[in-house]
């Protein structure tokens, strides 16, 4: 088998996915940086209703259990394994981001679910095919053993299926051992998210391997949630349309914004091709970006959270 570590860059994508702190030590700065994107999520999480962590622990439960089960089937397998680590081998550093990506903004979806006054349509993007979901699930897998042990992986790949399967295990009577509680369940899911969150960004804003992808650019709102915005009548004169100035006359079929803003139907569909926010507020509809969307998001958990982006209570 090759050898992998000759031919990707794993050290420089385990440090992005680690945030950069496997290794030496941390000034306090750095620490409380990497610290705060679990202090946002778990600030955000404390403010929802006992009902509410407790249909979210179930759902999360779920999601874990079923990628669990992936896992266990790809790891018993040494054909299965092989095909998927060839699979993570053979795809391009952009598109290995690209996955890491699509994970997060999956478990963003959920985590966000009790936060939106009103819910997105389904974002299709955050489906993953079999192959892909397996990969995605086994590079995280990779990344979560190097922290673990920063030396377990320096070995030929061929032996790199044992080494995961003792790995996943203890893992697995870990958990089941303290049983389904909320911060069992939750908790791991929540650092995975933080740890995929600072990979993404990581690699975005340093240009390594983002695919050139820009964080803060324009993009358009998704077909979805074009398509599922109501028409409401007019009731009373004199509203104006901000993008054309005009009168919105009583009686006439409009279109209303999540945020309750009304605009012509033949004003507002042009403007959200090439823009998800509303022209009046800037409240952002969801898009078909990935790491737009990512953003859109995240910043719903950093308003529902008392912790500001720096870590710091407000």
Same mark, same amino acid.
């Given at each position: 088998m090759v050898h992998f570590l000759r031919h990707l860059p794993w050290s420089w994508l385990w440090d992005k996915y680690e945030g950069e702190s496997g290794h030496g030590e941390e000034e306090d700065g750095q620490i409380k940086g990497q610290n705060s994107t679990e202090a946002i999520i778990m600030s955000a999480l404390s403010t929802l209703s006992a009902t509410?962590?407790?249909?979210? #622990?179930?759902?999360?439960? @779920?999601?874990l259990r079923y990628h669990h089960l992936r896992l266990s089937s790809l790891l018993s397998s040494p054909t299965i394994f092989a095909h998927t680590l060839?699979?993570? +081998? @053979?795809? @391009?550093?952009?598109?290995?981001?690209l996955l890491i990506a699509r994970h997060l903004l999956s478990t963003l979806h959920h985590l966000t679910r009790f936060f939106q006054s009103t819910v997105p349509p389904p974002y299709s993007r955050t489906s993953l095919k079999l192959r892909d979901l397996d990969a995605v699930l086994l590079l995280l897998l990779l990344c979560q053993l190097r922290q673990h042990d920063p030396q377990a992986l320096e070995t030929c790949p061929s032996e790199w299926r044992t080494i995961l399967c003792t790995h996943f295990s203890k893992t697995m009577l870990s958990l089941s051992g303290t049983g389904a509680t909320s911060g069992a369940v939750l908790i791991p899911y929540i650092e995975v998210a933080a740890r995929c969150r600072r990979f993404v960004g990581a690699v975005l804003s340093g240009g390594g391997g983002g695919g050139g992808e820009k964080l803060g650019r324009e993009v358009g709102a998704s077909t979805a949630s074009v398509v599922a915005l109501p028409s409401v009548e007019v009731s009373d004169g004199g509203v104006e349309c901000v993008i054309c100035k005009e009168e919105m006359r009583q009686g006439r079929d409009v279109c209303e914004?999540?945020?309750? +803003?009304? $605009?012509?139907?033949?004003?507002?569909?042009?403007? %959200?091709?090439?823009?998800? #926010?509303?022209?009046?507020?800037? $409240?952002? %509809?969801p898009s078909d970006d990935v790491f737009a969307e990512i953003e859109r998001l995240w910043d719903v958990v950093v308003k529902s959270s008392s912790v500001n982006p720096h870590g710091e209570c407000t």
């Open positions: 509410q962590i407790s249909h979210l #622990t179930r759902c999360v439960y @779920s999601i060839h699979h993570l +081998h @053979s795809i @391009s550093l952009p598109h290995k981001t914004l999540p945020c309750e +803003h009304l $605009f012509h139907w033949m004003c507002i569909l042009p403007w %959200l091709v090439k823009r998800n #926010t509303c022209p009046c507020c800037r $409240f952002q %509809l």
